[in-house]
């Protein structure tokens, strides 16, 4: 089974701060999906990334994927409470053709 | 375009009961899939299914659980019987094209929390 470790696993920031969340793995993935969760929902995706070295951007959301397709980051550029939520990422296998999730960095953006 | 519908959404049973689970995909999807969301934790995949055929049921503990699509349309998932380390959120997704050979965008639906005491 193929693992995807998040970080950090809780982030607090104020309105109008930059972060970054991190999603790594030791294993390669054919494409790599980035979803939002908001309490009592489930699961929208936000992104898939596809190519190494690619990068996606969505508004204030910049989606990277590693060179060797092994991890992604999400940089949030002036945070708004609206971007509250579970950030969730999730790998395809390349073998298999299997999804696999990442446990998520739960983000709080205080107004 | 109506999402993907879940009942009931909330459910509260007391160990070794069972508990059913329905989830309704959106029209014309033909790949369904259960998961189970721990607190704390993401969705982990429990079975997926291709119309009415599982695709995928490697990780569904299958001496309690089962999930059916008979008609390759709505499907539901039970637990029988219940332990208090089901209580988790069960979400259903669904995609327009097979699962396996790409990774097409999931929908999911909101989810049936269940709390087993």
């Known amino acids: 089974t193929q693992l995807l470790e998040q970080s950090p696993q809780f982030l607090s920031i104020q309105e109008g701060e930059n972060l970054t969340v991190y999603c790594n793995s030791s294993s390669v993935f054919s494409s790599l999906q980035w979803y939002r969760q908001e309490p009592g929902e489930g699961p929208v995706l936000l992104v898939t990334?596809?190519?190494?070295?690619e990068v996606k951007k969505l508004k204030r959301l910049t989606f990277q994927f590693g060179d060797a397709r092994k991890d992604s980051s999400l940089h949030i550029t002036a945070a708004q409470p609206g971007d509250t939520g579970l950030y969730l990422c999730?790998?395809?296998?390349?073998?298999?053709?299997?999804?696999?999730f990442g446990d998520g960095t739960t983000l709080t953006v205080k107004p | 375009e109506a999402g993907v519908a879940q009942s009931p959404r909330y459910k509260i049973i007391e160990k070794r009961q069972s508990v059913a689970f329905w989830c309704n995909p959106i029209s014309g999807h033909a790949t369904l899939y259960w998961y189970q969301q721990i607190l704390g934790q993401g969705p982990k995949l429990l079975i997926q299914f291709q119309n009415n055929g599982v695709v995928d049921d490697s990780q569904l503990p299958k001496d309690r659980f089962s999930a059916e699509r008979l008609k390759g349309v709505d499907s539901t998932l039970k637990i029988q019987p219940a332990k208090l380390e089901d209580s988790a959120v069960y979400l259903c997704?669904?995609?327009?094209?097979?699962?396996?050979?790409?990774?097409?965008?999931?929908?999911f639906g909101p989810g049936t929390r269940l709390l087993v005491l």
């Open positions: 997704a669904s995609t327009l094209g097979a699962g396996q050979g790409g990774l097409k965008t999931q929908y």
């Open positions: 999730a790998g395809e296998s390349p073998e298999a053709g299997k999804s696999t």
């Open positions: 990334v596809v190519t190494g070295g």
